[in-house]
Every structure is written in C-alpha cells, then in structure tokens.
C-alpha cells in the first residue's frame, strides 16, 4: 500500500470540505481533499440550488393564479413539468460548472478520489491502495437520509436523479 504524509487531510469536498481546503491551506502546502464520489457538492448537485429553482417554479406559478386580488386578469396557467425540469437543470448545471471550476483550480498534488475510511487515530485507507497519515483529519462527509420503509420500493426518476 503506498503511503503519503500530510499535514491535513480533508475527507469530503462538498461545502464543508472546500471551506476546509481553503481556511487549511492558508497554514500549509501539504494537504489533501478526498472526495469519494462526485465532485460538484451536495448542495449544487441535488440539494439547496435545484431545490429552491423549483420553489421558485412553484411560486411564479402560484402568483400568477392569484393576480386577480390586484385586480389583474390573466389566462389559464398551465404548468409545464417538463420546462420547469429543464429550467431547473439548466441552471443547476451553471452552479455545479461553477464549483467544479473551484475544484479544477485546486493543485492536483492536493486532490484524491476514493472512498476513505480510518485505519486508527491518525491513518486513513484510500481506496484500496493508498494510506494517508495525517497530523490533522477534517472529516467533512455530510450526511445521508434514512429512506423510511414505505418509500423504499420508488426508485429514482427517469433522470436517475
Ligand atoms: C433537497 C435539499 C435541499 C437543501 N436546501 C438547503 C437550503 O436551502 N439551504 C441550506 O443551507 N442547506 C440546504 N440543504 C443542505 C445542504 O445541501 C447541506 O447542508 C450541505 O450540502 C452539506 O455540505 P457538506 O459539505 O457538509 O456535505 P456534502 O456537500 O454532502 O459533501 C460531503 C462530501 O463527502 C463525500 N464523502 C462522504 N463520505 C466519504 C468518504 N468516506 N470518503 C470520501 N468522501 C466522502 C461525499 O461524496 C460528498 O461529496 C439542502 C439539502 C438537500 C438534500
């Protein structure tokens, strides 16, 4: 198993991970980002940006039914899922694009992608090939929803998101 020391080692490159990065960087140049899936974050990803593109969509919708307390009269309001979806994605892409520019400005020396779990205090396993002592360890995972019973059996949407 190769070994690489570093100063710090940052497990997980979403919000928390790059914040971490940064602030780590500013002490020394030798440290590393571990990201064991997709580099983009959470939030750009799947969470805050795409979710609050479709409040919107719902809230731009929601007004334009209800205009007439201003006095204004407007036609049917049709809804059309599949342009919100692709608005919503549209623009979910422009944020992702954005954090993956951060991520791409990042030194390669400093980035590592593979899943990494603890060997004891100090000494990560990356992968099945890489060991990393750390004087230093951000854990920076985010976390996981625990899908109730009566929901796992919806799979994804045709998207696969
Ligand atoms: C639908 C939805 C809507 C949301 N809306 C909002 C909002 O409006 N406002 C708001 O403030 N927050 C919102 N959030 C929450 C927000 O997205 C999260 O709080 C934030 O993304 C957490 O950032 P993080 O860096 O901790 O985790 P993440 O961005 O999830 O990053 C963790 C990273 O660690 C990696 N990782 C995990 N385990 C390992 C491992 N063992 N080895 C290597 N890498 C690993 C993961 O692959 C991931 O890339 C929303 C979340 C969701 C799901």
Do not use: W
Request: charged share 20%; aromatic share 4%; with cysteine.
């Amino acid at each position: 198993m190769a070994t690489r020391k570093v100063d710090v080692a940052i497990i997980g490159a979403g919000t928390a991970g790059l914040t971490a990065y940064n602030a780590a960087r500013k002490h020394t140049d030798n440290l590393l980002l571990i990201e064991g899936s997709h580099y983009g974050t959470t939030c750009a990803r799947v969470g805050c940006m795409p979710s609050k593109l479709l409040i919107a969509a719902a809230e731009s919708a929601h007004d334009a039914a209800n205009t007439g307390l201003f006095g204004i009269q407007v036609g049917k309001i049709v809804v059309n899922g599949e342009k919100v979806l692709e608005r919503v994605r549209k623009e979910r892409n422009k944020f992702v694009e954005s954090v993956l520019a951060t991520v791409d400005a990042i030194p390669s020396a400093h980035k590592l992608v593979g899943r990494v779990r603890f060997i004891s205090p100090g000494r990560l396993a990356v992968g099945e090939g890489i060991e990393i002592k750390a004087g230093r360890i951000v854990i920076a995972t985010g976390s996981s929803p625990t899908i109730p019973d009566m929901f796992q059996g919806l799979g994804q949407t045709a998207a696969g998101e």
